[in-house]
């Protein structure tokens, strides 16, 4: 079946980069998404890249994709304390009628030190 | 502001209350979505709606139940809830109907605690 595992915790000096890890299972997923969530927050989409890159850059995120390994990292440059969150690591399966349907990890916590 | 709007924000409910929790999209979107999240869980999928049908139904039990009036609007009747139903419930929204990615927006939640 599908399957999304994340590390669960993270902690960095603020200024230094972070890296977050996910691997997944489902080989036919199309795009994977990284999703942030701030205390008492719903879900923020943060960034996704389609299966057929091996990375994609968005000012201080870059997303690395290695599909032979499934394997997929957020990379946050210069982390702030407001990077502090949950991040979530999340494949497409495909859904009935054209939706999406979503397999979420577990979700790791980035820890920001001053 | 993601376009998606969610009321109440917080809930407290006994066991043998009737509740319902509202979703509203701004987006222009055809597909909504429930999710619950509890701590230490991942997301789990609850249901899904595409044009206002019911399309997945994640083997939620019958003690919830939604409701999709239009494209825009998604409730979630509770009755009879138990302790272990207290979690976060997210809506989300989606195009839908596209041959490329069906991006899901979420709104902020609504904390419930089951009494």
């Known amino acids: 079946g599908e399957d999304v595992e994340q590390s669960l915790f993270l902690s960095v000096r603020e200024g230094d980069s972070s890296v977050i890890n996910c691997t997944y299972t489902?080989?036919?997923?199309?795009?994977l998404y990284w999703y942030k969530q701030e205390p008492g927050a719903g879900l923020q989409l943060l960034t996704y890249i389609f299966s057929n890159m091996d990375m994609k850059q968005d000012q201080r995120l870059t997303v690395l994709l290695n599909k032979k390994d499934k394997h997929l990292s957020l990379r946050i440059a210069d982390t702030q304390t407001g990077d502090s969150a949950i991040y979530f690591c999340?494949?497409?399966?495909?859904?009935?009628?054209?939706?999406?349907?979503?397999?979420f990890g577990q979700g790791t916590t980035l820890q920001v030190k001053p | 502001e993601t376009g998606v709007t969610q009321t109440p924000r917080h809930l407290v409910m006994g066991m043998t209350n009737k509740k319902s929790l509202k979703c509203e999209q701004h987006l222009g979107h055809n597909a909504m979505y429930w999710y619950k999240q509890s701590a230490k869980k991942p997301l789990e999928l609850m249901f899904v709606y595409n044009f206002k049908e019911q399309t997945e139904n994640n083997s939620v039990p019958s003690r919830f139940s939604p409701e999709c009036p239009n494209s825009s609007h998604l409730f979630l009747h509770l009755h009879t809830l138990q302790p272990e139903d207290s979690a976060l419930y997210l809506c989300a929204s989606s195009r839908a109907g596209d041959s490329n990615t069906d991006t899901q927006y979420f709104g902020p939640g609504t904390r419930l605690t089951v009494l």
């Open positions: 489902d080989s036919s997923s199309t795009y």
């Open positions: 999340a494949e497409e399966a495909q859904g009935s009628s054209n939706t999406g349907k979503l397999i």
